[in-house]
């Protein structure tokens, strides 16, 4: 029912389904399932306190159960794909289409279509358990003192975060022609091709080329900066003039210049897809990307400001967040040189940031209002302890999510094809690393940032809670 709204709203709107829009609709399959996980977990710790099934239903499905956790994990990601789709272009403002609409579509039938299979079972008098055997106590009597590694955590956070920004200033980005400016050209041959020996011969033409393996072993991805501040059909033309007296060697000779160049009409060899982003106009995206991530951040932090009504929680987030984003950055920077796919930093990738960023903030936030949630009086302990049995109360949770996205995301990477693996790698990425960082850096962030005076007027109101 979710992908048929999906894809019905997309229609409605006359949208253009492109690569990261149907990335965006699979990663609408993945976080679809996060409300129904809270949802099912609430009822499940309804059922283990001695409620009938019908009032763990409805205590899990009501504000102070589930919706309130599902509203602010939501709002999170609504005002991220708001970002993305105010500052991006072209194919950020696709995905940022698809994921908004898919994180309304998710939510109603999260909290009203199987809410409707969920009753009408309790109608039925069917037992709803709400676990099988083997999931039975999982995480149910799980007690790590997370707080207590909080140095270890910061220590290795640091030392990740310092490789990073040394590797980013000395190492650089492979920055996609999105961010640089420059024209790439998809190329087919009739035979399987050694991206490094097509490389070297161009750039003894061109100074510097980028060639890779795009699909197939018979196709590669070139792309040059040759002349890219050159503006006018001149220009085109001489690269494409060159680009065939480099190759021509590799086809047959029955492949005219001609041919080359219109291989797209007939898709048969020579130039497939040819694409040109000049420099100014890449400085625009590369500004609009940067505000996209920071407006991101601020805006959600703000929104954390609010619905908490307290910075810390805030900055808790925030912090994670920026390790998060810094941690895939270092990776790309590391990394790009060697690895079997690319790893261009480009409007796809800020799209898989900003994704993250959500992920993260959601992780984060469902922490969070268990934490609010204890200090109403519901367990003991003065404010560090009732951090850490948030932490572990909410674990579940953390756990089946994660793992259900990492799965969505392993799918999309082995046979969504190589124009977005190195898309999908950032966002797995950040999928495991916002995981943690929700666990191990957002709960330390948040107790040591709230004073001694704050914790114990908490502390206070809690047993009176109590």
Same mark, same amino acid.
């Given at each position: ?16 389904? !492109?690569? #990261?829009?149907? $990335? ?58 708001? /970002?993305? +789709?105010?500052?991006?272009? %072209? ?103 050694? #991206? ?6 161009? &750039? ?9 393996? +795009? %699909? ?36 047959? #000779? ?14 048969? =060899? ?24 920071? %407006? $991101?951040?601020?805006? /959600? ?14 900055? %808790? $987030? ?32 800020? $799209? ?26 519901? &367990? ?17 949770? !953390? ?14 990477? /082995? ?23 929700? =666990? ?27």
């Amino acid at each position: 029912v979710n992908l048929l709204f999906l894809f019905g709203i997309l229609a409605s709107l006359g949208a253009v389904l !492109t690569l #990261p829009g149907i $990335a965006g609709i699979v990663l609408t399959m993945g976080t679809a399932v996060d409300a129904n996980i809270i949802i099912y977990e609430r009822a499940k710790e309804e059922l283990r306190s001695g409620k009938t099934l019908n009032e763990a239903v409805i205590a899990s499905y009501s504000w102070k159960g589930a919706m309130r956790s599902i509203v602010d994990a939501n709002v999170t990601h609504i005002l991220t794909g708001a /970002v993305l +789709f105010i500052f991006g272009s %072209g194919p950020i403002k696709g995905f940022a289409t698809t994921l908004l609409i898919g994180i309304v579509t998710s939510l109603f039938t999260s909290i009203f279509i199987a809410r409707i299979f969920i009753d009408r079972n309790i109608a039925g008098k069917n037992n709803l358990t709400f676990v099988t055997n083997f999931s039975k106590n999982f995480f149910t009597n799980f007690h790590y003192n997370f707080l207590g590694i909080k140095k270890w955590s910061y220590a290795f956070s640091a030392i990740v975060t310092v490789v990073s920004i040394i590797s980013i200033a000395t190492n650089g980005f492979d920055q996609g022609v999105d961010f640089v400016g420059g024209r790439t050209f998809q190329v087919r041959f009739d035979k399987s091709m050694k #991206p490094e020996e097509i490389k070297e011969e161009l &750039t003894a033409i061109f100074g510097s080329a980028e060639v890779k393996i +795009f %699909g197939q072993d018979n196709q590669l991805k070139i792309t040059t900066k040759y002349k890219i501040q050159e503006t006018g059909i001149a220009a085109d033309e001489e690269v494409n003039k060159l680009l065939y007296a480099s190759l021509k060697k590799h086809y047959s #000779p029955d492949v005219t210049y001609d041919k080359f160049v219109n291989a797209y009409e007939g898709k048969k =060899l020579g130039i497939v897809l040819a694409s040109k982003v000049g420099p100014t106009v890449a400085e625009d995206i590369k500004t609009n990307a940067y505000w996209a991530v920071l %407006g $991101a951040m601020l805006i /959600v932090g703000l929104y954390l400001v609010i619905s908490f009504r307290k910075w810390q929680y805030s900055l %808790g $987030a925030i912090a994670a967040v920026a390790h998060d984003v810094i941690f895939v950055l270092g990776i790309y920077s590391l990394c790009y040189k060697f690895m079997p796919f690319g790893m261009e930093i480009d409007q796809h990738f800020i $799209a898989a940031i900003l994704t993250v960023i959500g992920y993260s903030m959601n992780d984060t936030v469902i922490v969070f209002d268990r934490v609010r949630e204890f200090l109403d009086g519901k &367990t003991k302990g003065n404010f560090s302890e009732i951090v850490n049995n948030s932490i572990n109360s909410t674990m579940s949770r !953390t756990i089946n999510t994660s793992l259900t996205m990492i799965v969505v995301l392993l799918i999309m990477f /082995v046979f969504g094809g190589e124009s977005i693996r190195g898309f999908i790698f950032a966002m797995l990425i950040g999928i495991i690393v916002g995981t943690y960082s929700s =666990l191990f850096i957002a709960t330390p962030v948040l107790v040591d940032s709230i004073s001694i005076a704050d914790k114990k007027l908490i502390e206070e109101r809690h047993n009176e809670n109590k």
